[in-house]
Nanobody, 120 residues
């Protein structure tokens, strides 16, 4: 069983930056593909970024968000720059067994989420 704990969310003005972290425990971190998703109020869960043997980033955040991982620290990061009010959402970290790169929410484990609010 893998446990995922997100941190780093908060309130930021438009144009600002935040760095989300997701600490994993209970599994072999390097054997998991990792992803970030988000859910805005009244909207469906949306893919943001994923990392495994490569990275994938949603069109809506490409050029502003960067996903990375540190296998030695069992942590995946989401660096968010040039934030916009439409980035406001709860951001979820997810883990998928196998070195796969998935942009759909078919992940095996999910964190509890961290709120990101971008004010205009």
């Amino acid at each position: 069983q893998v446990q995922l704990v997100e941190s780093g969310g908060g309130l930021v003005q438009a144009g600002g930056s935040l760095r989300l972290s997701c600490a994993a425990s209970g599994g072999t971190f390097s054997s998991y593909g990792m992803g970030w998703f988000r859910r805005a109020p009244g909207k469906e869960r949306q893919f943001v970024a994923a990392i495994s043997w490569a990275t994938s980033v949603a069109d809506s955040v490409r050029g502003r968000f960067t996903i990375s991982r540190d296998n030695a620290k069992n942590t995946v990061y989401l660096q968010m720059n040039s934030l916009k009010p439409e980035d406001t959402a709860v951001y979820y970290c997810a883990a998928k067994l196998g070195r796969v790169l998935s942009t759909i929410p078919d992940y095996d484990y999910w964190g509890q989420g961290t709120q990101v609010t971008v004010s205009s």
